[in-house]
């Protein structure tokens, strides 16, 4: 398929507030810098934005460099002037906006005590609420990426500075073409996708055909590592009856707890069929938070049961998802490889953007903290659940001795900011979480090392480990 241009229009970490340059527990050194900025791929063109597609085959020669860069000695000269950190490059990936519910999304409903909200927006798409909201979010990014020096404080990026890149969702695409003008206001960036509708390799590896899958042996893969969906309920009894009592539905045949799970193959071996108290309830929790979200009247959030520490514990039940369709590493290893592989490429191609943007779903952001090894869990929300317009972001850092750090974060709106539509800005952020990446070895998985970044991640990518 050609592309297509969109029109322009802790767990596991440690709450940090916006602003932080990265470099707080690193102190100020006076070390030689290494003085690496040589290419690691040799005629690579700088090219405009709009032609930048992604690549997600890592080439051997870039991986290679990767693995091997040190620094080289310098002859002696004047000691090296104290300095900090420095980012040089990012890779978001976002999470699409709040869009209104999915046909089918709320498998529980009948179990309610009511009739349901209905909705302006067409099922699936981002509402006129999310779409500020999306404006927010990289208003913000592009605010905090100028303070670090990456983007400059006025005008327009050098061109090929800044990438976007959406799946064929018509929320992503949306929320890409939005997300490329906060970053760059007036520039005329333009976030790049495929023709609507069909299946990104980049997104979708399994459905394009471009990653093979047997659900056979993904079912009894997930359950080898999982324990299967009855296992993954353990200890979240508290959270489907937090469940149930906002559907107003406290009799016997609603108790979830006692319901039975199944996990089995789709007749045709390429997908997977959920069944029980899981896939009930990640679905309608999601939507209860996304009428939170949306800005809906309380009394039809939940009905008005739909406390903030309930909707905390809903979340949580849709994470549960995630557990099954994303982090085990048989589906993470083929869903989430190839924006992996795209982190090494632009990570380890110095003439790739210095701000690269996906947008993609939860399903994308879950698979790939799984092969990074991060788990997140941002106040109010579930943990693990990704937030409507939030982005788990992957920084490359020089640190102060020239060696090149990978730092990972997770930044998103709290549901108030997205309820409120609060303005952000450097003095009120969005929430923030600094992310130890469990891929790199103990005591370097805040600040991991490129090299052992890269070569860490491709082990997690073997898809039979």
């Known amino acids: 398929m050609g592309c297509r241009q969109a029109k322009k229009t802790g767990q596991g970490g440690e709450q940090t507030p916006a602003g932080d340059d990265g470099s707080d527990a690193m102190g100020i050194a006076s070390l030689p810098s290494c003085g690496i900025n040589t290419p690691l791929r040799a005629g690579v063109r700088q090219r405009s934005t709009a032609a930048l597609r992604p690549r997600w085959r890592m080439p051997a020669l870039a991986l290679g460099a990767l693995l091997l860069i040190g620094c080289t000695p310098r002859p002696p000269g004047p000691p090296a002037i104290a ?3 420095q980012l040089e490059r990012v890779v978001a990936v976002f999470r699409h906006g709040v869009r209104a519910p999915l046909q089918g999304e709320a498998a529980a409903a009948h179990y309610a005590d009511a009739p349901w909200p209905q909705w302006s927006t067409p099922a699936s798409l981002l509402t006129p609420h999310g779409r500020i909201g999306v404006q927010l979010s990289g208003d913000y990014l592009r605010r905090w990426l100028a303070q ?9 990026p050098a061109a090929g500075s800044v990438s976007v890149w959406a799946n064929t969702d018509q929320r992503t695409i949306d929320s890409g073409a939005l997300l490329a003008e906060a970053l760059a206001p007036g ?4 976030a790049g996708h495929r023709q609507a ?13 471009a990653a093979p899958f047997d659900g056979a042996a993904a079912v009894a893969a997930i359950d080898r590592q999982t324990g299967g969906p009855a296992t993954l309920l353990r200890g979240h009894a508290a959270e489907l009856q937090a469940m149930q009592q906002i559907l107003g539905c406290t009799r016997t045949p609603c ?4 319901m039975p799970s199944t996990l089995a193959p789709s007749a045709n071996g390429r997908g997977l069929v959920l069944g029980g108290p899981i896939d009930l309830t990640s679905g309608t929790g999601e939507v209860l938070l996304l009428q939170y979200a949306e800005g809906l009247p309380l009394s039809q959030v939940g009905w008005g049961r739909a406390t903030p520490e309930r909707l905390a514990q809903v979340s949580r039940l849709h994470a549960l998802l995630f557990d099954i369709y994303a982090r085990p590493h048989y589906m993470a290893s083929r869903s989430g490889a190839p924006l992996a592989r795209e982190v090494l490429q632009r990570f380890g191609d110095v003439q790739a953007p210095k701000v690269s943007v996906f947008v993609g779903s939860d399903t994308h952001i879950a698979a790939l903290s799984s092969l990074l090894g991060v788990h997140f869990h941002l106040p109010g929300y579930g943990a693990d659940d990704p937030p409507p317009g939030g982005a788990l972001l992957l920084e490359l850092w020089r640190e102060p001795d020239g060696q090149q750090v990978v730092r990972a974060r997770y930044l998103a709106q709290s549901l108030d900011q997205l309820r409120t539509l609060a303005p952000l800005n450097l003095e009120h952020p969005p929430l923030q979480q600094k992310l130890a990446l469990g891929v790199c070895t103990a005591g370097q998985r805040m600040a991991c090392p490129l ?6 991640l491709e082990e997690q990518l073997q898809l039979d480990r």
Request: overall charge negative; some cysteine.
């Open 148 to 156: 670090q020096g990456v983007l400059s404080r006025s005008g327009c």
């Open 83 to 85: 300095q900090t950190a």
């Open 187 to 190: 520039c005329g960036i333009v």
């Open 451 to 456: 090299p052992e970044f890269a070569r860490a």
């Open 197 to 209: 509708g069909s299946n990104d390799p980049l997104f979708r590896p399994i459905e394009a055909g």
């Open 255 to 258: 108790d979830f707890a006692q």
